[in-house]
């Protein structure tokens, strides 16, 4: 019932016929004919199934099959197994002829059969098939473990999006959408513990140092000079450190900024930060000076609020509210960054656009020709158009009111913006204005000129004042989307 030949193989015995006694009993299965080694140590399967539509492996096949000039006899097998008979090297039945190679008909430990490649694809086939392992080369072993290891992760990735929420944060940079994720951490996820707050300090550190500077600069530029003669001698002490490498706060700079702040000059170059870029916390570092330069300083959850890094990349926070998984993307807003934006717009339920209520009289880091809002108002219209939101509501934050009611008193907006008719030094007409020209840009996305439509109507949009460092704020206006926007997406996907 056994027959062995030089290739130290045996044939399975055909259907229905007996096992001799004590013989291993062989089958068929439905991928093909079923071979056991014989003479040499078996594999760790007892069964070597091969795959649908492969052919036998010259190693495994009889020497009558393999054995350059004898007659070469078809192998039955299911149907598409090798239907011309070639006996192919583990690979799909293809109609050009597999590639020859060396040293065929010889032992099976002779080495590896190498895999057919006439078409395109026959490799991922046949490595997702899952041909024997003593018939792959170290190569394609390893090709096929980064396949397995990629459909695992995606698998992954399709199981988590199920039960996930996917919300996009867009916003030109420093409109507040890092601060507003530190919010939904300390509202939502797991707040930050006193070694979290620690990590912060050099950002403080380097963020006061920065707008230190940036005072410094700025005073020579408009010709304003300093109202004490020691100041001088301070402004050179701080110009001397490279704020991006501070880790600590020395003494003599602790000293040196102290006397600086308090220094007429640098008041009044505060006065005019409109005319060049300064950060928004500088005013609340600088006045908490004696605090943050102790030695044993923690940053409080204000200081990490408060504490400006530019983002870079994309970045995803998952939040669970009321037993819905939440996933938020932050992506960069500077120009430079928003190229990446592109691949986040899939299977997105809401947009949170965030946009700078004080902006209006500042101009970009980047380009101190354009207007800040001018130029948030473009990229909200931008965003608008984009196919990948004609079915997703928008939520409009606009952020910054605490400084807007500060600087609304020396800085009027029809200055900046002449169809402002409002009276001056009124905060609340000045956001209502802010307001409708973003819903003016929504409108305009939806509806044509001539009033015809445009877009989808489904699309709605769901604005807010917040102050993205006011806990409690952003807790309540939070709130106020999850019972709108998320409860109508939850209830539309009910209905479907």
Not at 343 to 349: D, G, K, S, W
Request: hydrophobic residues 35%; charged residues 25%; aromatic residues 8%.
């Amino acid at each position: 019932m056994r027959k062995e030949g030089r290739a130290g193989c045996e044939e399975a015995l055909p259907p229905g016929a007996p096992p001799s006694p004590g013989a291993p009993i062989n089958q068929f299965g439905r991928a093909g004919q079923v071979w056991r080694w014989a003479g040499t140590p078996e594999p760790p399967q007892p069964l070597l199934l091969l795959p649908p539509r492969a052919a036998l492996c010259p190693a495994l096949r009889p020497p009558e099959l393999g054995r350059p000039g004898a007659p070469r006899r078809k192998v039955r097998g299911p149907r598409g197994a090798d239907p011309q008979g070639e006996g192919g090297p583990c690979a799909p039945a293809a109609r050009s002829p597999p590639r020859r190679r060396r040293g065929q008909g010889a032992s099976p430990g002779a080495g590896p059969c190498r895999l057919a490649r006439s078409e395109p694809g026959t490799m991922a086939r046949a490595l997702t098939w899952r041909c024997c392992p003593w018939c792959l080369t170290e190569d394609e072993k390893a090709a096929a473990r980064i396949d397995q290891e990629i459909n695992k992760i995606l698998l992954e990735q399709k199981k988590r999006d199920r039960g996930e929420l996917k919300l996009l944060l867009l916003g030109p940079g420093e409109s507040g959408k890092s601060t507003f994720i530190k919010q939904m951490r300390i509202i939502h996820g797991a707040g930050y513990s006193e070694e979290d707050r620690k990590g912060f300090r050099p950002l403080v550190y380097q963020n006061i140092f920065v707008s230190m500077r940036a005072m410094i600069e700025a005073m020579d530029r408009l010709q304003i000079p300093f109202s004490r003669p020691e100041s001088k001698h301070h402004a050179s002490l701080v110009m001397s450190q490279d704020p991006y490498k501070v880790t600590i706060f020395e003494k003599r700079y602790a000293v040196a900024m102290q006397w600086l702040w308090t220094d007429a000059g640098i008041q009044a170059c505060y006065e005019r930060r409109r005319e060049f870029h300064l950060l928004d916390s500088a005013v609340y570092y600088l006045s908490h000076l004696e605090r943050i330069t102790e030695e044993d300083y923690v940053p409080t959850a204000q200081d990490v609020l408060r504490s400006r890094m530019p983002t870079t990349g994309i970045n995803e926070y998952c939040f669970s509210v009321q037993k819905t998984s939440l996933r938020i993307v932050d992506v960069g807003g500077q120009r430079s960054e928003r190229k990446k934006w592109i691949h986040c717009f899939e299977n997105v339920i809401a947009l949170i656009y965030l946009a700078s209520l004080s902006e209006y009289d500042q101009c970009l880091e980047e380009d101190n020709q354009e207007n800040r809002m001018k130029e948030s108002l473009a990229l909200f219209g931008t965003v608008l158009e984009l196919p990948w939101f004609k079915n997703t509501s928008v939520i409009l934050f606009l952020n910054k009111t605490d400084i807007l009611e500060e600087k609304i008193s020396t800085s009027h907006l029809a200055t900046y913006f002449p169809s402002f008719q409002g009276p001056k030094q009124d905060a609340e007409a000045a956001k209502r204005f802010i307001l409708d020209m973003y819903s003016g840009m929504f409108a305009g996305c939806v509806d044509g000129a001539d009033g015809g439509k445009k877009g989808p109507r489904s699309r709605r949009l769901f604005s807010h004042y917040t102050c993205a460092t006011d806990t409690q704020n952003i807790r309540k206006v939070f709130k106020d989307v999850r019972d709108s926007v998320l409860a109508r997406y939850l209830d539309e996907i009910n209905l479907l």
